[in-house]
């Protein structure tokens, strides 16, 4: 019987599992030609039935064809790894994310040397919203460690709960070792971005990630992402031009695509509350609008926060109450707890409700971590919030939440403004009669 690099057990022919693992390499790795090389694993032995697992998963189109083949041929010749693995793959596909999770865990549990499953599962666990999340996820990848000791992948997924627990030289020295093995890594490059985000290397962090941007696959999919990473630092320096060439390139990048919502919507809405506008700035055109699906039924918390920024940035705030109104019936975890919430303190910041909204996102702030994503990411209802708070006159409340941000990092616009609220700047516009930031 053969075994994968990783040392599952599968039945493919030795042609198809070399072409197989370079597929999940380079899915681990985030790099790009993921379903080309997977396809090519199907081609080289068509009855290779995680080959066809792992197509349906990278085809953009997400076909029912290599599904129905994967479990036709899983039940015919698989390994038991091999049915476990497209087993969770069709519950995923057909059924959705929160589906599939306890079968997504069962077989992680089974099977802790296959990283793409174990990663699709870590996933899935962060964006869960419970109360233990950082606890979860590190459980899930625990028994792939015992496995398979310091492999890049596993550093850079226990590398990102760790940073987001706020320890960040453990999390920068595991991006390093990742990097150290797998130079090209995108993985664990991201990991890295964040490090040097949240540890205020604004300068040093830029040039690196420009260096690392041009060695990366043109189509790979975090190409544009880690450009929202530098647009992230450049705004932090206070470079305006650079900033705003930033938010150009991925507008173009991701006019048509989802990730618009996640990544431009959320760099747009901060270079707005920075007083910056781009030449194509246009709340009017709806590229931030999510998808019409996410607004009845939301794939996941981390979407669902996103979205609602995305809607922000629009001024759609009727979409947002729409949006808070259907969220308890969402099979969504936290869609009624924690989105129906968010959606409502926005669409009262888009109305010009800005006490009430700088209230209200206070009160959410303490669980925004069970949203998933990053504090990078999160970061913008937190910048929300405090434009909300001064416009409101709630100035105690936005002086507060500044000094917690500049002693974690500091960066020019939040110092700046700090100074500007302690000197009084803002003290006489009175509490009932919003004012001007």
Same mark, same amino acid.
């Given at each position: ?57 990278? /085809?953009?189109?997400?076909? /029912? ?158 190409? =544009? ?59 009017? /055109? ?38 808070? =109104? ?110 001007? =930031?």
């Amino acid at each position: 019987m053969r075994h994968d690099r990783l040392g599952n057990a599968v039945s493919g022919s030795v042609e198809a599992v070399a072409l197989l693992d370079d597929a999940v390499d380079r899915s681990l790795r985030h790099d790009g030609g993921v379903a080309d090389a997977a396809r090519a694993a199907t081609q080289a032995d068509p009855s290779f039935a995680a080959a066809h697992a792992v197509l349906a998963l990278a /085809d953009p189109v997400r076909s /029912d064809a290599p599904v129905a083949r994967a479990k036709a041929l899983a039940q015919r010749s698989g390994t038991d790894y091999e049915r476990s693995f497209v087993a969770f793959v069709d519950v995923l596909l057909e059924r959705g994310m929160w589906a599939a999770l306890q079968p997504g865990i069962d077989h992680a549990r089974a099977h802790p040397r296959d990283l793409l499953g174990v990663g699709l599962v870590g996933t899935m666990v962060e964006r869960s919203t419970r109360v233990d999340v950082h606890d979860a996820v590190l459980a899930v990848y625990e028994p792939s460690r015992r496995e398979l000791g310091d492999h890049p992948y596993l550093l850079c997924m226990v590398g990102f709960v760790v940073q987001e627990q706020g320890r960040f030289a453990e999390a920068g020295t595991m991006a390093s070792r990742a990097l150290e093995q797998q130079p090209a890594s995108v993985t664990a490059a991201h990991l890295l971005a964040h490090v040097r985000y949240e540890t205020a290397d604004h300068a040093g962090g830029l040039a690196w990630l420009d260096d690392f941007r041009a060695g990366m696959h043109p189509h790979g999919d975090y190409v =544009h992402h880690l450009g929202w990473h530098a647009g992230l630092h450049t705004l932090a320096l206070g470079e305006t031009e650079r900033t705003l060439q930033r938010l150009g390139d991925l507008a173009v990048a991701r006019a048509d695509d989802a990730r618009h919502v996640i990544d431009t919507g959320t760099l747009m809405m901060r270079c707005r509350l920075q007083g910056l506008s781009a030449p194509d700035d246009d709340p009017t /055109d709806g590229r931030t609008v999510p998808p019409a699906a996410w607004l009845t039924e939301m794939p996941s918390m981390y979407l669902g926060f996103h979205a609602a920024v995305g809607l922000a940035v629009a001024r759609r705030s009727h979409d947002l109450r729409a949006l808070a =109104h259907t969220c308890p019936a969402m099979v969504c975890p936290g869609a009624g707890e924690l989105l129906a919430p968010l959606a409502l303190a926005l669409a009262d910041y888009v109305d010009g409700a800005f006490a009430g909204a700088a209230d209200a996102l206070a009160a959410l702030r303490p669980t925004m971590y069970r949203w998933g994503g990053s504090r990078a990411q999160r970061e913008v209802v937190e910048d929300m919030l405090i434009d909300a708070a001064i416009r409101g006159g709630r100035f105690q409340l936005a002086t507060r939440v500044l000094t917690e941000r500049v002693e974690r990092r500091p960066s020019r616009w939040d110092t700046a403004t700090l100074r500007s609220l302690t000197a009084g700047m803002w003290q006489a516009v009175p509490d009932d009669l919003p004012g001007h =930031h």
